[in-house]
């Protein structure tokens, strides 16, 4: 995927987004007139996808001195472990102090997204996942997160700013709520097959009004060939998408002739859940994930100082001076 | 606390945050010419504190049309019951349907956010919460999710742009980072105490270079009366903040004759962690709590349509018509 | 319930399905001419409601000396003990000892399905039991197992046979097979509305071919007032019955007018799956209930002999002499 | 072993063993005069070992139309896998929907008993096994029980019934009630050798009144050479038999010269017991298992039309039409 | 009990069994002519029983100056809480640090065995408790382990030196060892009933040939009113003790006349073995407890410095100065 | 190691540390003048290693005729199984039927440390355990318990009475004591040094009044070269000693230029801990290992007689004659 352009916020380059105690620092230093070259490195608490990367680097690159920093950093999308330092910076200190709070942020929750995605993915083998979970993060993340979600192995996303960032076309099928004011979901399938361009995938959601197969059937013979593929998304008070669900939808749709039409599942996917479809051999021919992603856990960075004006140091619990990492690679 | 003023983000506005399949829908809508008055019921998978209406209704009064709209919901930081109805909104289904991501993911996010918060208050008692966690967040929601906090019942945080949004004081003691590059931790609460106004408490953090009892002493001695509380965050690999730890140093301070001298506790704080120090006995005075708020999963909300044009109807799996909730106050 | 008349199949009587080694017994004590009065205690290895003993009196009835015996019992359908002395015989050992395979075997039996019925009812409360499980057992015992089932509680059963004995009218809904060869739900209940006599209740299975929310619909407009209830029997691969299926289906026909129809849930009926419903309140009007109650484990009994010739005596780690119960009750 | 020759019982044949509704889909499907030709596939719940297949076969017999009928099974004793197809008829549906609940109730009895005991013989590896739980099933099952227990491995049973539908002489020792008659185990040994003929087994049961090695001790002194084996069945109050009992039994006959006494061990017998006997070394003769088989859950079987009239069809939940099994062979 | 007579080995006040380490403090000490009174307080790490506080304060008053001198302490046999203080001893270092190690010892082993001893007396009630564990226990240590027993409530213990140190008769039955070279059972306890004192209660172990009951009933016929008891102790290859086993002994001795026969259970006994005969109705009329108090885990006590010449100390994780117990009582 | 000279206790062998009944039983064989040659064969309850055989053959050698006896036995420190036969004894049973208590206790205590001892030896590899645990038992057994800790193979211990058995230098760092009464862990260092002959190792303990970490690196730079090491023993209220406190430790003395100081660890070590801090790499140079072994539950040891003048016999559980073991060396 091409590297996409972030651009730092106004309120985080403020310091509006940081701790307080970030700008109270600084304020001291000033006070005092103390600005050594300071040497911070940041790690995370469990191993995973580093990401966000390159929206750091974005950061940094607007408020480092260009003639006084170094910056070392794993690379977008790098698997990296369990406390290994993925970034260490030497500058002066009152020119990045204020924004340990945001870069420590920026890894925390992409880090998160990319690691459950990769989790996902590393069990779905060659089938495809879209990441599907925007209705469940604040929309001010909504487009980073589908963007970490790629960077994590999806190959595609449901909100449209997420499908720019990770520079993927956005990708859906149809709402319930499309179904429900048409009233019929032949009747929906039809309207979106006359309606949309003909580049857009015609996939049809099958669990509205009637069972799965019956509609399944349905649909097909009315858009036949045009079909790409059905959505199963079966709610949990009727039983949620079962492996018998897929494998019977798949024999009748064989059965009658449609053979093209392709299988897309989701509701609550889980690594788990695609395991379970996979190993008991449930033709699926696609996923949609959602808060699995969505709702990963952030992992947490820490900032730590390792050297002030080149000298070791370090607080009570950290070995003081330069950590080494060989994979760290120079970036500014 | 007062309302705060939420504005739509043009982002949001613009539908660039949504699913894709809702701006198709309603460009399907549009090509019909069908617009009918439709229902929405939203409701959380899991009971907690609601949390983000407040920003719901903030985009609602941008995009309905105000002859032709009825919106019903509950209060920001009140309970709700798993799968209890907390938005009903009945006008034009053009007008609306696109923001159902981002209606979805605001309640989503705020809500797990203020829940996490609330199950730490409730163990806590009088203790005071500060929200420590704007570090384990991106930025572009770190101060939502400390006001999220705060809506939960923290009684502060630590990110300027959440007590802004919050209407209180961001809160802090110092960082590491100041006493490394200082050098030492009596000098660096010494220029703390220089520096800043009189209204900042003195709160300074013993744990970075001497045992936590020896350390609190000195700075005890060199503040005197001005010190307001020492702040204990020591790391796992100094095993963490224990029981007999702040014991022992409330009790050192109480034979020095620094009785005023509160002890403020964080670091890896949770409602267990909390419940513990209680039951023990230890004579916390303030936690701070960060990825137990910060990180708490989003509880999923989901929008389902239930009249248009006042016949009831529903997905299956789902009640047709309007699902009666006396607890629902009309806001609009 | 009135007592059913039972009779002993000739090859009990003839010892043919005894252990052989009771009859090489028999043998040898006739060789020696060896035939004191002997008392044999009969206990459960646990307790649970005793079912079998009228089986066991009739054959009794036919082989003891009608001037020596004397023989104590609780009554059918009496809760019982673990290890509680439940039959007591004494009479001519010769006249008896053959069958102590029989009347074992036939309290095992019946008093596990009796004591599985039982556990059912104690969690439904008023709400009707059918045993359903006659396809699940030999049917050389499926009228036997029915019949113990009713003296554990069940209001009815499903097979001819276990009708009979039990005093009550078979009952049944319609199976799968009259609407597949039919082809339709709806004309399937048509035809059983049509030839079956008045008294029959119109129940129809709604789960063969659609949604069985919409099938219900169907049927109740087919039938209208005619029509009793539906059953429920959703398959596994489609999610089993589900709380809020039931919920649903009493929902969507009270909108359309059908209070009248009642809901029959069938398919997996557990104690724990009657508790789950009852507890969230889903309107079900009657279970049916199969392999729980027809593969319960049989209660082994064992038989002792504790006194010879009105002597007390006793195999290793039982008591010598008769043990006292005074609930039991003269019976022979 | 040879095939037995089952017949089937009258009240099976006049369906009064069957779930009512399947006689009245009949009384039905004669109303409108429909007999279409139907296939119908059966399949258990679970793997295990097929059994029964040969009483069923026999009722077919004599029910389809020998000019229209087509029959394919699995052989009797056969493992099958959970839901693989056992059987599959084709036949005018008249003259064989009735009989469904007769033939999976044979199957699920007979294929429980069968897998249980194939369990106990898969761990027990050369040491016979004999049938011992006639006395834990209704008497109107004990043959085709203990029928049952021989298909699945057991070299011997304990009733006469099983042991003439099995092909092989019951066996059996002597009960407790023999020697508590008589008064002394050696005794009642002494009597069983004078009046047994010479090809039933001297096999002595050595718990009865004295402990386990002194009483082998005096029953082999007392039958010499002519003692086959003793029979440890010591009751769980007296702590059961143990492996080391065994050993020590084993030590002291051979300390006297009887190495030719085999040991015999029943009582409690499971495939976990038999397991830990084995592995710990004890040297056990045989085993007589109880209950582990006569108790053994039925495995459920199911019985679905695939096709009628030479059409594929299916309930919800089913694939239409012959599901391919290469294992199964024409029978009829 | 009357207090024992404790008298500190020549080893213990020669420094020989101490810590080398505390030796060489002691000079060094000596060296810089440093012996300052100092506060030592003494707690274990878990609550149970004190025991050894006897024998401390024997030791104490040989080493400790009569004229600088106090000491605080909880009395023998008393319980004390996890923690909590139980011995104070303020007095010149010299004279007393060296002793650390023999006083936490003491302390250790002897309230690890009366604690132990306690559990077993908390559940047994009335029945009499016997200490049998000598034989588990280094014979340096025997007499001290009864000893500590009965301070934690058994009546009696079997070793003679025990038996002094406690103030009561040592108490036995008789070993199978007697048994063994006697021949039988029956003779060895007439031989024991010959050849004792008359106040020797007459006990007869019933295990070791025979079966319990029979035994038991032989042994009661043999010396009729003059025994006293029978022991049962079958050991684990026979399945140990049984609750069934009790009874039916107690059954058959009364249904003989032997009333006044009680019955001993030794072996494995626990408290969950206690409590589990008692809950279950077993007329046991004494226990034997062996390992359980023998092989009890020591409770390690803590020895820390609070007070230097009067003036509050303490290492790091203690509160400095002297810990309030009220419950200490001055005993030097 | 040298074979250490055990000499029974004078209160041994009078038979005051018996059990009560050996003594009676040699009275009455005394009475009866029965004295017959007896093997008496012993065993442990659960695989270990052997200790204390030396001790009971220095007993043995005392009082069995040294014209009519026979002794077999495995060697002090090897390997047993569970109940294998370690001793076995042929001489009249008068002259040492009195010593099983004795004999079993010696065994069971010392066997039970060793087997503790190399539990920790075996995960510790070339890591070196110094036996702490003296302040844990009783004085009477100190020296025996640190004995059986090197015979388990540990390279020292702390008790001068058990160095001295075992024949290694008893060894030890610095006391808290010292260090509290002296004020400052420096000083107290200081004095050591002063004071202590040259051999003695100069090893600090550095958590009493500062970080772990800060006084290493004081006590490093105030002896220098003359520090061999420090030792580590945080309580439990600090967190105890984690594996990144010794690492860090270890990067501060190597920063400071300290590499020849050695890191020392104590405090709850465990088979558990230790392979804790090796798994992780923690740079541990020794263990100081306390109540894990001398809280060791002892192995509980049974002695049983096998023969009478040369007759096979046993009670009931046991196999009469000599159990072969042919790893028994005669040793008598």
Redesign the interface.
């Known amino acids: 995927m091409p590297s996409p352009k972030f651009k730092p916020?106004p309120?985080?380059l403020s310091?509006?987004?940081?701790?307080?105690?970030?700008?109270?620092?600084i304020?001291?230093?000033r006070?005092?007139n103390?600005n050594?070259v300071?040497t911070m490195e940041v790690f995370g608490s469990r191993a995973g996808i580093l990401c966000?990367i390159e929206e750091v680097k974005a950061l940094l690159a607007e408020v480092l001195p260009e003639d006084n920093r170094e910056v070392w950093a794993l690379d977008e999308g790098e698997t990296m472990e369990a406390k290994e330092v993925v970034l260490r910076i030497t500058a002066p200190?009152q020119s990045y102090?204020v924004y340990?709070?945001?870069m420590?942020?920026?890894l925390?929750?992409?880090s998160?997204w990319a690691t459950a995605a990769r989790e996902c993915v590393a069990v779905a083998g060659k089938i495809p996942l879209i990441s599907?979970g925007?209705?469940?993060?604040?929309?001010?993340?909504?487009?980073?997160m589908d963007y970490a979600a790629v960077v994590g192995g999806c190959t595609g996303c449901?909100?449209?700013?997420g499908?720019r960032l990770a520079g993927v076309e956005?990708?859906?099928?149809?709402?319930?709520?499309?179904?429900?004011?048409?009233?019929d979901t032949v009747k929906a399938t039809m309207?979106?097959d006359?309606?949309?361009p003909p580049d857009?995938p015609r996939v049809s959601l099958v669990?509205?009004?009637?069972?799965e197969?019956?509609e399944s059937l349905r649909v097909a013979e009315a858009l036949g060939k045009r079909l790409q593929s059905v959505r199963l998304d079966?709610?949990?008070?009727?039983?949620?998408v079962?492996v018998?669900?897929v494998?019977?939808v798949r024999?009748?749709l064989d059965?009658a002739g449609f053979k093209h039409v392709g299988i897309f599942v989701s509701g609550s996917v889980t690594p788990e859940r695609i395991t379970h479809f996979i190993e008991r051999g449930a033709p699926v021919d696609g996923f949609g994930v959602?808060?699995y992603i969505?709702?990963a856990?952030?992992i947490?960075?820490t900032a730590?100082?390792h050297e002030?004006e080149g000298k070791?140091?370090?607080?009570?619990?950290?070995?003081?001076?330069i950590t080494p990492n060989p994979r760290l690679k120079r970036v500014m």
Chains 1, 2, 3, 4, 5, 6 share one sequence.
């Open positions: 916020a309120e985080v310091g509006d987004t940081a701790d307080i105690y970030f700008v109270r620092t304020d001291i230093l006070g005092v103390l050594p300071a966000g200190y102090g340990e709070t945001a420590a942020g920026i925390a929750h992409c998160g599907f925007a209705r469940h993060v604040h929309p001010s993340v909504a487009g980073v449901s909100s449209i700013a499908g956005a990708s859906g099928t149809m709402p319930h709520a499309l179904i429900i004011i048409v009233g309207l979106f006359k309606y949309m857009v669990d509205t009004f009637k069972d197969a019956e079966t709610p949990s008070e009727r039983g949620g079962t018998e669900m494998g019977e024999a009748r059965l959602g808060s969505s709702g856990k952030p947490d960075f730590d100082l002030i070791p140091i370090a607080k009570r619990g950290r070995i003081p001076g």
